[in-house]
């Protein structure tokens, strides 16, 4: 139980570090989906957040760790495996990926932890559109 | 690469020479004409440094999908009403009144017709939005309300419930649409906090089939590609057919359930091929039939 609740408040810090990386967006007038996704990785782990995107729509996906020291990855792609975002960046405990969908379907948004101090490393992806 | 590389190295310069032009010193100067090949090589390592680091941490642009499903963390993220309106703005004004309807608010049916009916509320107010009717808006909020009530997660949309009406009366139109999102996601993690996520699952596909009913409508009174493509959601579709496939026997054989399951069937064909002007008013045929399923006898 203690484990449990030690590994739901280190989410919980991943997201709130997360919407701080996402702010920057906000002001930019990005609507920031009220709603989370996120784990645990390994290093050099990677998984992936299926999601329709929608032709015409501007999508910023930001991902963020609670962990010092750590860095991650995120990027996009289309159902074929092709990489599809405009523009991405990676600052040690956050990255963000930007797409404007060349088309409606599903894409998807491929996370990585590329290197932690940690074995596990908790982690939290938000996105926003316009 | 080579010229690339240059270019940078003269932007350094350029960059270097004018913040020391500021200081104008003779001596400055000298210092930096006699230092200028040391300059020189320690940008050069800085932009080699610069790239390496992108380089070892840059995306392959393309990636073999096939080895991802195993660690897939949902089946499908199912997107907020607010991406479909939001691109449906940009594709012009459609008479957003004639698309709207009252508001069914029902809550004598079972638990899975109330579910299904609250998605379908919901999408309902992102209609009045676009109507920008705010009586409207407000008999959708207190049927989110009413609605949520019958399935015991009333005080988690109570707020957002209240928001919708005061932000509707003042025309904050955008917070509107962010409160039914809200309100959309609440229910849903509740359901799923009180273990009932095939009822949260029903909530979305109410919102879906709704939300799809009034696109197709919209698209097909003025076809184009564009507005077409935004039905390009095979993917969604295998998702809420799974969901219902993997519903417990008792729900999926509810009567509601089952025609639900079988709009969908009846759907996958027509999404999964060119959207042509045909398949968007058989869409909007049966998602009509579909809100008219979920509407009766609540």
């Known amino acids: 139980m203690g484990a449990l609740s030690h590994a739901r408040a280190t989410i919980d810090d991943a997201i709130s570090r997360t919407l701080e990386a996402a702010d920057a967006y906000v002001k930019q007038g990005y609507t920031i989906r009220d709603d989370q996704w996120g784990g645990d990785l390994g290093l050099k782990e990677e998984k992936a957040i299926p999601h329709t995107l929608f032709k015409g729509n501007d999508y910023w996906f930001c991902m963020g760790t609670d ?59 938000i996105y926003g559109f316009k | 690469m080579g010229a690339l590389l240059s270019l940078k190295i003269n932007r350094y310069c350029r960059i270097l020479r004018s913040s020391l032009k500021l200081r104008r010193t003779p001596l400055d100067w000298s210092f930096f004409r006699m230092n200028r090949n040391w300059f020189r090589t320690a940008l050069i390592a800085a932009n080699c440094l610069v790239s390496f680091n992108c380089w070892a941490e840059s995306a392959p642009s393309q990636i073999d999908l096939r080895k991802f499903p195993a660690t897939q963390l949902d089946e499908v993220v199912v997107p907020l009403p607010s991406e479909v309106f939001n691109v449906l703005d940009k594709l012009g004004a459609p008479n957003w009144r004639s698309e709207s309807r009252d508001p069914v608010v029902g809550t004598r049916g079972e638990r899975a017709q109330i579910a299904l009916l609250l998605g379908s509320i919901v999408a309902e107010g992102f209609v009045a939005v676009e109507a920008a009717d705010k009586e409207r808006i407000k008999e959708v909020g207190r049927g989110v309300l009413e609605l949520a009530r019958a399935i015991g997660v009333e005080r988690t949309v109570l707020t957002r419930t209240n928001l919708i009406v005061t932000k509707a009366n003042s025309g904050q139109w955008g917070a509107v649409r962010h409160e039914l999102d809200g309100a959309l996601t609440d229910v849903k993690n509740a359901m799923i906090e009180l273990k009932d996520s095939q009822l949260a699952h029903l909530v979305s596909l109410g919102g879906w089939i709704r939300g799809t009913e009034v696109l197709t409508s919209v698209v097909g009174k003025r076809y184009s590609e564009d507005g077409a493509d935004l039905l390009n959601q095979p993917d969604l579709l295998k998702y809420f057919q799974r969901r219902i496939a993997d519903m417990p026997p008792r729900m999926r054989s509810n009567q509601l359930v089952n025609k639900i399951e079988k709009g969908l069937d009846e759907i996958s064909p027509l999404i999964n091929q060119k959207i042509t002007p045909e398949s968007v008013k058989r869409i909007n045929e049966i998602t009509g039939q579909m809100v008219k399923a979920i509407d009766s006898r609540a």
């Open chain 1, 67 to 125: 962990v010092d020291n750590a860095r991650v990855a995120i990027h996009v792609y289309d159902g074929k495996g092709k990489l599809v975002e405009n523009d991405s960046w990676q600052k040690g405990k956050f990255a963000a990926a930007h797409v404007t969908a060349p088309s409606t379907g599903t894409y998807y948004v491929i996370v990585e932890v590329t290197s932690s101090p940690r074995e596990r490393t908790t982690w939290a992806v």
